[in-house]
């Protein structure tokens, strides 16, 4: 096949970051993206609706395509309260409240310490209908890296899946197979994104031949039996299952350091890689239902009525794009790209 016409897809978990990195992280992913749930681990983060409609006027300031919509994100914290859910439905800008368990990722230290502390706040969420989306990572610190997001899978989140069942649930950016068996053995109301990053890589890219600090990220990549099971379940048809980028751009000096931070930027050419993973698993034709339907079906919100086309014609990714006044190295810099949107 050389060409493809889908949907409109929609990036259901990316990092936009802030200030003058607004210019390029939203022109990229307004490119073609309908719509996109911005992530508010922001330095304060975005932890109540005022917060998030300033926010999302930097997003709309930094002019994105016309056709593009921020759905925004409230950041849990030991402090959130159910009257936050409520004005944050209210504002009918924010789609969803995300939990970080402190300390798991960027950005996380004021995340929520123990669930416990955010029950009233599930509650309100599952009364208001508003999904709840998990950075899925135990921290304690004798757990091992690779080990981390099973751990949470069986120590917090099926129990909390089973404390609140009518809570909508996605698990994020998800890198195992034992989470593809946890989605899957769910309830409709538990669901997962897939990262473009973790359907092309495993461990080995990043670690075999020298360290690659530009495919460090959390949950970090598994290894090749882990990537196998992701590649099935995102071209498996599953509703449950739907696209989201996580790209998550940090400054090159960020990450080309002796402590480098964690996060892959793939927003410049995001539906062009998931179409290689696609075509590579012969799953194309599964590709419209994971990037395009399964989200908005999740949300609750209707597909986007527009079309885009994917042609094969190889293209070059630069060596580095701008961030700010630094800049970012994207995913395949310096090398070619299979697909290209027209
Ligand atoms: N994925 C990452 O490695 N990093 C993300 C945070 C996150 O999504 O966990 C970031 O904000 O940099
Ligand atoms: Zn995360
Ligand atoms: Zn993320």
């Not at 060409?3 to 200030?19: A, F, K, M, N, Q």
């Not at 681990?41 to 300033?54: D, G």
């Not at 293209?315 to 701008?322: E, G």
């Amino acid at each position: 096949m050389t060409t493809l016409t889908i949907t409109r897809p929609d990036d259901w978990h990316v990092h936009l970051r802030d200030g003058a990195a607004l210019t390029t992280t939203v022109a990229d992913i307004s490119r073609y993206f309908g719509r996109a749930i911005v992530m508010p681990n922001l330095v304060p983060p975005v932890t109540n609706a005022a917060l998030a409609e300033q926010y999302h006027q930097r997003i709309m300031a930094a002019k994105p395509s016309a056709h593009f919509k921020p759905l925004m994100v409230l950041y849990l914290t030991d402090q959130t309260t159910a009257q936050d859910i409520t004005e944050a439905k209210a504002s009918g800008l924010v789609y969803a409240a995300k939990l970080y368990p402190a300390g798991a990722t960027t950005n996380s230290s004021s995340g929520v310490t123990h669930v416990d502390n955010i029950a009233e706040v599930l509650a309100a969420m599952e009364a208001e209908n508003m999904p709840l989306l998990v950075h899925g990572e135990v921290t304690d610190h004798d757990i091992d890296i690779f080990d981390r997001e099973a751990v949470f899978i069986d120590t917090i989140l099926r129990p909390l899946v089973a404390k609140y069942p009518n809570l909508n649930i996605v698990l994020e950016h998800i890198t195992t197979k034992h989470a593809v068996d946890f989605v899957m053995q769910a309830n409709e109301n538990v669901a997962a994104t897939i990262t473009a990053h973790h359907l092309l890589f495993n461990r080995n890219h990043m670690l075999v031949g020298g360290i690659r600090p530009h495919f460090y990220c959390l949950p970090i990549l598994k290894r090749n039996i882990h990537q196998q099971a992701l590649i099935a379940a995102a071209t498996s048809g599953s509703e449950k299952f739907f696209l989201g980028t996580d790209s998550a751009p940090h400054a090159q000096a960020a990450k080309e350091a002796a402590c480098g931070c964690a996060g892959a930027y793939t927003a410049h050419a995001a539906i062009e890689l998931y179409a290689e993973a696609f075509e590579q698993a012969g799953a194309l034709d599964k590709l419209e239902g994971f990037a395009s339907l399964h989200g908005p079906k999740f949300y609750n919100l209707p597909a986007n009525a527009e079309k885009i086309t994917l042609t094969k014609n190889a293209w070059s990714v630069p060596a580095t794009l701008a961030f700010g006044d630094d800049n970012v190295v994207p995913i395949r810099a310096n090398e070619t790209i299979a697909w290209q949107v027209k």
